[in-house]
Nanobody, 115 residues
Framework: QVQLVESGGGLVQPGGSLRLSCAASGIRVSLYGMTWYRQAPGKQRELVATITTGGSTKYADHAKGRFTISRDNAKNTMYLQMNSLKPEDTAVYRC?????????WGQGTQVTVSS
């Protein structure tokens, strides 16, 4: 069956960095549009970054210049490198694999940016 498992979250100080991973099984990440979303308490889920099957990337305004989305097809994993983290980046980050007929979600990993 299909599974997406996020990891790499944790507590980091403002200005610090984290690298999130989304390890997939049951699907090839190269065949799906892969997206990172996040949701903070009391707020709606929002898109962070997307990488298409063709390898193009798109970022939310809050992520541009700070975050980098990538994937490693050999490891069947996508990543989100987050630099210059701010307290407002605090949220549960979830990965999504989407195609024309299916959408798969991971359970999420907590990112907390605080002093």
């Amino acid at each position: 069956q299909v599974q997406l498992v996020e990891s790499g979250g944790g507590l980091v100080q403002p200005g610090g960095s984290l690298r999130l991973s989304c390890a997939a099984s049951g699907i090839r990440v190269s065949l799906y549009g892969m997206t990172w979303y996040r949701q903070a308490p009391g707020k709606q889920r929002e898109l962070v970054a997307t990488i298409t099957t063709g390898g193009s990337t798109k970022y939310a305004d809050h992520a541009k210049g700070r975050f980098t989305i990538s994937r490693d097809n050999a490891k069947n994993t996508m990543y989100l490198q987050m630099n210059s983290l701010k307290p407002e980046d605090t949220a549960v980050y979830r990965c999504n694999a989407g195609s024309w007929r299916n959408d798969y979600w991971g359970q999420g990993t907590q990112v907390t940016v605080s002093s």
